[in-house]
């Protein structure tokens, strides 16, 4: 069964600065990779998605990476803004069913 | 462009009440649909899933139920709630990607 982590569970950084979001996963056979954000109380809004073929996808200031031999995603999120305070997710579909396995996520602070 | 509401938006019930959640979704046909209950500081847990009209998959056993009366209707049901069924519950659809609706806040009590 696909586990995956995602570390820290939570990060506070100044406006400006770059930040990346780490995402670990158990099983190395994926066949994607998506990223979420999800504000308070809100449903989840689709970032990036990777599939197993692809190493990174960029959107804007948003860049994911998948490394798939060593079962790590990073998202990078260049130059942030207060805007950017979100809880982020990550999620694994590792049998190309559609079933996403998702980690805990990371919740992000900008400070102003 | 593909819209998927949810409804209500939060919900307050006794235990052992029944529970129907209800999720549409707009511009698409035939989608994959699926119901998924995030807990308080945990990840996101898949509990039903659908490919078509009457056709679920339960991934977790519960005591909650899933159907799919019509192609873009995903209906979430309870006979008797318990404590632990609160949560926040997701519908989504797609395939490689998925699309999640606002969500119900669900607070058994």
């Known amino acids: 069964k696909q586990e995956v982590t995602q570390i820290p569970a939570a990060l506070s950084v100044p406006e400006g600065e770059n930040l990346v979001l780490n995402c670990s996963f158990t099983?190395?056979?994926?066949?994607?990779l998506q990223w979420f954000r999800q504000d308070p109380g809100k449903g989840l809004t689709s970032l990036l998605l990777i599939q197993s073929s692809q190493r990174e996808q960029t959107s804007g200031r948003l860049n994911a990476s998948l490394d798939k031999s060593s079962g790590r995603s990073t998202l990078y999120i260049a130059a942030s803004q207060p805007g950017d305070s979100a809880t982020y997710l990550c999620a694994a579909d590792s049998s190309n069913d559609y079933k996403l396995s998702f980690g805990a996520g990371t919740t992000v602070t900008v400070r102003a | 462009s593909q819209t998927i509401h949810q409804w209500p938006a939060t919900l307050v019930q006794p235990v052992g009440s029944p529970l129907s959640l209800e999720c549409t979704v707009e511009?698409?046909?035939?989608?994959?649909l699926y119901w998924y209950r995030q807990a308080a500081g945990r990840g996101l847990q898949l509990l039903f899933y659908s490919v078509g009209i009457g056709q679920i998959s339960s991934e977790v056993p519960q005591n909650l139920s899933a159907s799919r009366p019509q192609d873009r209707q995903f209906i979430l049901s309870s006979k008797k709630l318990l404590l632990s069924d609160s949560g926040f519950y997701l519908c989504?659809?797609?395939?490689?990607?998925?699309?999640f609706g606002p969500g119900t806040r669900l607070t058994v009590t």
């Open positions: 989504a659809w797609g395939e490689y990607e998925q699309y």
């Open positions: 511009g698409t046909s035939n989608p994959n």
């Open positions: 099983d190395s056979a994926i066949y994607n």
